[in-house]
Each structure stands twice: as structure tokens, then as C-alpha cells.
């Protein structure tokens, strides 16, 4: 059995607006709900073997409070193909996993996230939100996954536990 952790980035400052899209940091929300998700991910006692993240600056952010708190200590993913990327991107970064791996975490934005999510298994979510995190399960080879074939796990965000 395989399981695939599918998160959007944590919530982004529009602070400065001449900053570049790319270059936005987490606002003091994000601050507070990455952390807060990541031990709401700790609880289901699954270990992450591998991170994957967009390169960008909240996405990587996010990934690197995520990985603090699972206590991961192997080499994080950077790919700038996941930066806005389309549910095909995404799954194609998924498809390229090496077998080694079990438990992946795979940090991106929308709507591609939410895409690939619909596409991947049976239950239907409108929008993840920012640091919305999908869990899913299957039993095949990364490069083996396809439409509807994952099954749903769980799907946990900050406004369950923040008003």
C-alpha cells in the first residue's frame, strides 16, 4: 500500500504588491495553520519518506514547517514543474516517483492540486484550501497511477479547527 499527501501551500501574504507571485512568503495565518495541519498529520502516525514541493517561496515554506514537525530528515524536492501546475503536471511529477518511497507528500498550488485530487479517486472536493491537505491510498507502482484509481483517505484544512 502506498499513500499520496497532497497539500496547498499554507495562506500568502499580498503585503507587498510590486513582489513577484513566485517570491510571495506566508502571512501570519499561513504561520499558524501549517503547523497546526502538519500535527493534525503527525496524529495518523504515517511516516513521510519523500517530499516533493513547488520551488516557490510558499510552497517551500510550507514544506520545510511540514517537514520540522514529521521530524524528516532526508533531502527535500524542489521542482519548478510544479509551480501552477496543471492536474496533468502534477500527475506526471507523481508518475516519476522512484518504487522506494511509500508515503509521499507532494506541497503545490491550485487549481491544480484540487484537479488532480478529483482525478485521482471517487470523492469529489470543490476547493482545497490553503494548507488543505488530501490523503489517498493505492496499491500499484507511482508510475501505474491513473484516473480513479487511488482511494480517499482523508481530507483535513484549517477552518475544521479555526472559525
Not at 496524529?43 to 514537525?69: G, H, Q, W
Not at 491537505?133 to 493505492?138: A, D, K, N, R, T
Amino acid at each position: 500500500m502506498r499513500n499520496i499527501f497532497l497539500l496547498r501551500h499554507a495562506k500568502s501574504s499580498w503585503k507587498d504588491t510590486f513582489l513577484d507571485d513566485y517570491e510571495r512568503p506566508l502571512n501570519n495565518r499561513g504561520k499558524r495553520d501549517a503547523p497546526h495541519i502538519a500535527h493534525r498529520l503527525l496524529t495518523r502516525e504515517i511516516e513521510v519518506d519523500l517530499i516533493i514541493s513547488s520551488s516557490s517561496r510558499r510552497t517551500s515554506d510550507t514544506a520545510k514547517i511540514f517537514a520540522d514537525i514529521l521530524s524528516y530528515r532526508s533531502e527535500m524536492v524542489f521542482d519548478d514543474k510544479l509551480y501552477e501546475a496543471s492536474n496533468k503536471q502534477i500527475l506526471e511529477v507523481i508518475n516519476r516517483i522512484d518504487d522506494k518511497y511509500q508515503n509521499v507528500l507532494i506541497v503545490c498550488h491550485n487549481p491544480g492540486i484540487t484537479n488532480v485530487v478529483n482525478n485521482l479517486c471517487d470523492f469529489f472536493i470543490d476547493n482545497i484550501p490553503t494548507t488543505g491537505i488530501v490523503g489517498l491510498s493505492f496499491n500499484n507502482d507511482w508510475r501505474n497511477i491513473r484516473e480513479r484509481s487511488c482511494s480517499f483517505l482523508f481530507f483535513d484544512y484549517p477552518k475544521k479547527y479555526f472559525s
